[in-house]
Each structure stands twice: as C-alpha cells, then as structure tokens.
C-alpha cells in the first residue's frame, strides 16, 4: 500500500506509528512517503509568524530536527536517520533542539557530517517543511500527526495507543488501511477515556 504520512519528531504518535510500519516491513514493504508537517506552526498563535521564516537566531521547538531531516535526505540517509532521530527522542527522551543530540544521531546512521551541518546551516533547507506543511494544510486539511494520506484522496489522523509487534502488527495495519483509505463514510472514530475509579 502507498501513502504519504504526515509528521512531527516531537509526537508521540507518530513514533508509534512508526514502530507499527516498521514491524509490518518485516512481512510486506508499506511505500511511505513521510512529509512534513510541524506542530510548533500549528499551535503558534501568531498568525504571520511561520517556523520556516523565523529567523536562525531563534530557538524554535521542533525546526533543527526538519532540518536535519531534510539534511539527511540530501545524503540519501533518510530512511537511517529518520527511525534513529524518533528513537532518539522517544526511547532514548533526548532533546532533539540540541545540535550535539542531532549530530550524534547524524554520525551513527552514517552521515558525512561536515556536509550535514553544511546543510542544516543552509537556509534553503527549510523550503521542504514550507511545501509539505502548506500542502497538508491547503490540500489535504491535515491538522495533527500523524496523517495519513492515500492515492484515492482518502486521508486519515491515527494514534495508536501502542504498537504491537508481528503478526498483530500486520492485522492491525491491515484493520488500520482498510478503514482509513477505503471507507470514506467513516469520519472519525475516537474513545472515550474512561474516568478512573476514586
């Protein structure tokens, strides 16, 4: 199945998402487009402030690790550091607004790391996030993360509450698409958490 997936490495979602994807690679090859799309621009109240054109100078929750990302992809390593950079920052709680964690994460999933700050300094990099983010929002309504987007126009928000592993990955995954891509009278499903007892 091919889709694009919109995400941010500061969700918690899309890290579990990303562990569901990875456990069904083992038995069938999802084609997966991630693109991105940042939560910082979303919750800003600022409405002429955007993450792409907020000056270097500033310390904006989320940008350095696009813009690692996108230096990755320069590199032909994005699908290495990209599961590396999710782990970094949720198995590992690391901060991924610290250059020295993104280095490091660049350096283990193999990256010349000279051209890697070469690229994550250039201010064209942030061009990337711009297209994907306004495109999400202008053509596909996205609003949060993950989301993901289907050839037929189909586009679904999942969080997954965990990410099972193997064969129960692969039913779920299955149960997930089927619903999502194929079944467009199925707007939102979404439980209820129930209190707990006192």
């Known amino acids: 199945m091919e889709f694009e997936l919109y995400f941010d490495y500061l969700c918690p979602f899309v890290y579990r998402a990303s562990l569901l994807l990875a456990s069904v690679a083992a038995e069938r090859s999802p084609d997966v487009s991630w693109r991105y799309f940042s939560l910082t621009q979303v919750n ?84 990337a996030l711009a297209r994907d983010h306004m495109q999400a929002v202008a053509k596909h309504g ?21 990410a099972p592993a193997g064969a129960e990955a692969v039913d779920l995954y299955d149960r997930m698409i089927g619903i999502a891509a194929d079944e467009p009278r199925v707007l939102e499903i979404k439980r209820p958490v129930r209190p707990s007892p006192d």
């Open 44 to 127: 800003s109240k600022d409405d002429g402030w955007t993450i792409w054109d907020a000056p270097a100078a500033d310390r904006v929750r989320g940008r350095l690790a696009f813009k690692a990302a996108e230096a990755a992809r320069r590199q032909g390593r994005f699908d290495v550091f990209h599961p590396a950079l999710l782990a970094a920052r949720h198995q590992a709680r690391s901060d991924i607004d610290d250059v020295r964690v993104i280095e490091q994460v660049a350096e283990d999933s193999g990256l010349d790391l000279e051209r890697f700050r070469l690229d994550v300094d250039d201010p064209s990099i942030m061009q």
């Open 142 to 162: 996205v609003f949060g993360t993950p989301t993901f987007v289907f050839p037929n126009g189909a586009s679904a928000y999942i969080r997954l509450a965990e």
